[in-house]
Every structure is written in C-alpha cells, then in structure tokens.
C-alpha cells in the first residue's frame, strides 16, 4: 500500500484547524480548466488542446492529494469544499457536448426503444422495424448494425433517463447522479475504517472521472456504484443486500460476475449466492424474447474488440497474434478470481485486485473502464493506478490519427507512454507491501 494516504494524526504547530484556503484556490483553478474544455466544444477536433488542458488539470489534483494527506487535523469545512468542487465540475461537463464518446447516443436509443415497448435486444438501430424511432441524432450512434450489448439493469437506465426527457443530457445526468453517489458512499465507508473522508478527494476530483461520466455520460457510473455498495455491504457483514447489489452491478456490467466467487468459497454465503443468481437470472429473463440475440453483441466484442490494451498487444505480438490469446486470458482471470476469492478477507481489497487484474489483461481499455478502479485507489492508495489515470487520455489521440485517414489503432509510442509508468510503479508499490506486510494469511476455511 502506498503511504500518501492522509493521515488522522494531529498536527502539534496548529492547536486549531485554519480554513483551507489553499484547496479551495486548487479547486476553483480545476473547475476553470473544467469550463475552458467545454468551451473547446468538439474535443475530437481539439485534442492537443484537450490534453494540455487535461494534464494541468491533473497536476493540479495531484497538489490536491498532497495537500489533504498532509498530516494535521483537517480545517473546517474540508469535506464540504470537497464534495462542492466536484458537484461543481461536473454540472460544468454536464452542459458540454459528448464528443470523445458517442456511447450516450446509444443509451439514448436503447432508451427510446425500450420506451416504445420493443426488445431492446431484438434489433439493431438500422433495422427497418426500428424507422419510425429515428431523429435527428441517429447519425451519432454507433454500430448501427449490431443489437445492444448493454445488459438489463443498464438497459432500465437508459429507460428511466429517456421517460424523464428524450436527451443526451438527461442521461447525462443520471450517470453523475450515480457518479455523486459513489463519492458519498467514499466518504461513508472512509469514516467507517478510521480515515478521514476527505480522501473521498482522490475519487471526487479526479479529471478522468469528470471527463467520462460528467462529459461523455457513460453509465459505467451505474454497476461501479452498485459494486461499491455492495462489497461495502458484504465487509459488512450485511451479506443478503450485499450479493444483491452485486448481482444488480452484474446485470448493468457484465465485468461484475468476475466477483462471484468471493461469495461462492464461503459456506456462510450459500444463501447470497442464491440470490444472487436468482436476480440474475430473473433480470435476463425479461428479455428472453430477443433468443440469440441477447449476446450476440457481447460474443462479437469479447471475440474480436481489441483497443488500447498494454500486456494484451504485447502477448499478441508474441504469440504472432493467436487467436487462443483471448480464451485463455478469460480462462486466466477466472482463475485469479476463484485463487482470491478464496485468500482474501476483505471483499474490498478483492474487488480492487479483480478489477485491477482485468485492466492489466483485458483487449479492450477505454478511458472510462480505468474509471473503475479509482474508487478503490480511495480505500488501497497507488501510484500506479492514480498516473494510469491520468496518461490514459492520451488514448484519444487517435481521433488525431483517424483524421489524417490512419487506422483507429492506438500509437505504439502513446500505448508506451501510458503503461509503462503503470507497470513499473505497480512493481515498486508490490515490492514495498510484500517488504511490509509479509507473506499472505489463508482465507476462509471451506
């Protein structure tokens, strides 16, 4: 574990807490560089500008998290100033258009669909039975020929935005709605281990979350809440809400059943892993209509998808790109998630090393799935993960690239650039908690 987190310990030149001036200068230069993105408008046509504008904001986060680990009893209104910037900085994205991503148009499509009483998942957008739905913005969805891949729960979402208003920006919304959501549940479970909430910081403020969920409005924002809450719950021994929550962010993300096993080692968790395949398997079965297409999409993605990844590419130019590479990375992370699922005791720490593992291995690494993982840097601080977050962007240069007619392949030299300071600080962080912490206590008897 790293040792920047901030500290209780009282600070003996200060008998009272000033108020912290500084923080609140940081925050109101963040939030600038915030409304001078949006001022951008279309980012895809302004990428280096994006990126300068996203690095000094990144900068400034870092001073942020220097100044709360700071030792010393923290100032009044700290936790407040905190939770105002980041409600601040993403009602600024809020109003800006969603040009990184086009993901949100698609929310709003399935929405619309699923409003007008079809199967989300029986036909593609450009399907003729589908001609009637279409506006304006259907010019921005993407993969018009292939079926939803978004899961049920994500699916209610979308549904519960466009019955609201028919917009980007009410979706929008409803991702920071459950973005906000995870913060206060950061604080919460900060206070609950003995640290101060301020280090909900690290989370509420940190620009590649702003940009995904306030910006782009992706609903990852949904599952990695549900997620939170329930291995919160689950640490605390609230086992039956636990697994539902969990069971609930697997039917808005489908990366969430990779945490199953924490609950299927345990005896005392037969009853939870019931329920949680009951609310699975209950939330599929409201769309069993749509017969092989329900994953169509989901198969073609994990069979063919391939974009910024780091130890993927890297085993595929080995391997001279064999098409086994994927089963057997899939086959690899269910087993690294049954070993911990069994040597873990804190279902916290197991989703931050779940998460963690699918990162480093998976095809696919768009900017908002390091989104995921940023909770966790929270409760289990590193380096690695917090630069991660800040050098993904640079993924978006190749928006750069496709308007010069290259590929939509990520540079060799930005892929570098990106994980080479991920894995060589995640080295020296594991270094550091071996040397610390010692060998590793067995889990749970079964």
Known sequence: MSRFSPSSTPN????EPRADYGLAGLGVFILGLCVAIVQLGDLRTHIPQFLWLYGAMFALYLVAIVRVSQSGAPPPFRLPLILLIGVLCRATFLTGEPTLSD?????????????????????????????????EEFSNINHKELETIYPPLFQLASLGAVLVSPTVRSVKTVAVLFDLGTAVLLCLMLRARGRPPSASLLYAWN????????????????????LVLGLWLLSDRRKLLGAASLACSALAKYFSVFLLPYVLWRREYRAPAAVFLVIVGVGYAAFLGAGDTLFSSLRLYAATWEFNSGSFAVLTVLTGHT?????????????????????????????????????????????????????????????????FSGLVPLSYWVWVDVSHGLPWTVRPAILWAEYAPLYGLLAWESVRATAAEGPPRPGPKV
């Not at 003996?12 to 008998?15: A, E, T």
């Open 103 to 135: 993901d949100v148009y698609r929310y709003v499509w399935d929405g619309r669909v699923f409003a007008a009483g079809i199967n989300p998942y029986q036909y593609p957008p450009d399907h003729p039975a589908l001609i009637k739905l279409r506006t």
């Open 207 to 226: 620009p590649l979350v702003l940009v995904e969920y306030a910006h782009s409005g992706h609903l990852d924002s949904l599952p990695v809440f549900l």
């Open 323 to 387: 098409p086994v590479i994927r089963p057997l990375l899939l086959v690899a992370l269910l087993v690294f998630s049954v070993y911990h699922g069994y040597l873990q005791d804190d279902p916290l720490r197991y989703g931050y090393l779940i998460i963690g593992f699918g990162l480093l291995f998976t095809p696919t690494v768009y900017p908002w799935y390091v989104c995921w993982i940023i909770p966790f840097v929270c409760l289990t601080p590193n380096r690695g993960w917090l630069a």
């Open 12 to 15: 003996p030149r200060s008998s």
